[in-house]
């Protein structure tokens, strides 16, 4: 298993733009799918994006699509997930994923989790 970190959530306006990363621990960072989800309070935990062990394919839930961008820096052992045009609706706490399998699915069925970080979009 790989220890995730996530770290760059703040506060931003309506509109504005963020960059997360999600630090991975270990030697094997490239043997895993990566994934980003996010939880609002009251709701359930929603997939954001994933991307392959070498960042060729990437999955996006459509709330995602044409705003956030997910990468990945394989000699950094870190995913980032750069998000644009943010809205109010995406305040949420963001967390990272791992899992040897890549697939297309929503369902947050990863091995590893990071502990999240908070984003809060104003209005």
């Known amino acids: 298993q790989v220890r995730l970190v996530e770290s760059g959530g703040g506060l931003v306006q309506a509109g504005g733009s963020l960059r997360l990363s999600c630090a991975a621990s270990g030697r094997t960072f490239s043997s895993y799918a990566m994934a980003w989800f996010r939880q609002a309070p009251g709701k359930e935990r929603e997939f954001v994006a994933a991307?392959?062990?070498?960042?060729?394919?990437?999955y996006y839930a459509d709330s995602a699509k044409g705003r956030f961008t997910i990468s990945r820096d394989n000699a950094k052992n870190t995913v980032y997930l750069q998000m644009n045009s943010l809205k109010p609706e995406d305040t949420a706490v963001y967390y990272c994923a791992a899992d040897t399998r890549y697939r297309t699915s929503s369902r947050p069925d990863y091995d590893c989790w990071g502990q999240g970080t908070q984003v809060t979009v104003s209005s």
């Open positions: 991307i392959s062990w070498g960042g060729g394919n990437t």
